[in-house]
């Protein structure tokens, strides 16, 4: 099977003695860490079987938040995470896409357009979600994350909402549950983001960069009601704990070519497409976001810092919907996998770390 890190480690080289200097420092080391992973570049550790008496050394990853090996075996603790967050209510997907008049300034001004974008929409939910034909109060959560891609790889940034359908009242005494079909209205919503993301603009001296129709034109908003349950936010969480494009949709890597699947969005069939392999890795690297930045939110009543807990919130609304509670006992337990022997079967331990050699002698 062709991977990620395969392209990267036959092309990667070449691209960056191409771009080297004009590229942004977290770009090549993208690239640097995608190509060492688990290939001993980031020291390999040492288990042991006592059972067949064998020394196995397994090479570390890199870790690195775009590769997608890392990402994947990031999921399924992440998976749990939220499965522990999960609230006997029905949840939404509200997705936010920016218009294309904007792309050009967003790409050159990240950090900022995108934390607008957190911020403006966080800020119309909360406005629409005080009207009582929605919620009635500004006591809403939920887990919001950024999206940078298309299907094809292309700069498509929007933002994913996950949302139980709910709030706490104002007074912080009860549940109030959103209406089945919809959170809030998305023509207000879109109007509201939209306006506020102007203003935003003004305040960070972009507006003049930006060509005015986009404040005319209508933002793709979609709200998609998903029911309850495990089943449902399991869904959801996969479908936005993802990197922009993972393994198995690589299909092979050929003669400086990589073909890869792609989803039709319109026809809703996957397609295959080719690219030449620089084309491939610089639309790659359009989706390595500002060192640092946090893709993923949790707001209101899901932030840490929330005086609720998440007991409290399952009893607030198990008062007013009569509440199977038992759906949230069935959450099976978080087991991190053990290092198993690959002669035997059995359990390995640790042993020691080896350091890479870049790393330089230990001690
Ligand atoms: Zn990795
Ligand atoms: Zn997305």
Known sequence: M???????????PQYLALHEDRMPRVHKKTIQDIIGCRSGSFGTILYGCHDCQTIQPIPCCCGNRHCPTCQQNKMDQWLHKQM???????YFLLTITLPHG??????????????????????ALKKLARDKRF???TRIGYLAVLHTWGSMLQYHPHLHLVIPGGAVSEKGDQWLSSRQDLFVHTKPLEKIVKAKFKD???????????DPSVWKKQWVVDSQAVGKGQNSLRYLSRYVFRVAISNNRIKSIENGVITFLYKDRRKKTWKTMAL??????RRFLQHVLPKGFMKIRHYGFLNPNSPFSIKQLRELISLIHDIIRDLLTEIPEYKKQEMKCACCGHALTFIAFLRPPRWGPSG
């Open 2 to 12: 062709s991977t990620i890190q395969d392209i990267f480690q036959t092309y990667g």
């Open 84 to 90: 522990e967050k999960l609230l006997p209510t029905h």
């Open 102 to 123: 904007l792309r050009q300034v967003v790409r050159s001004h990240q950090k900022i357009t995108y934390a607008a974008l957190f911020s403006c929409t966080h800020e």
């Open 135 to 137: 919620v009635g109060s």
């Open 200 to 210: 935003a603009m003004t305040k960070a001296q972009l507006i003049d960069k930006i």
């Open 276 to 281: 030449d392999a620089m084309e491939f890795i």
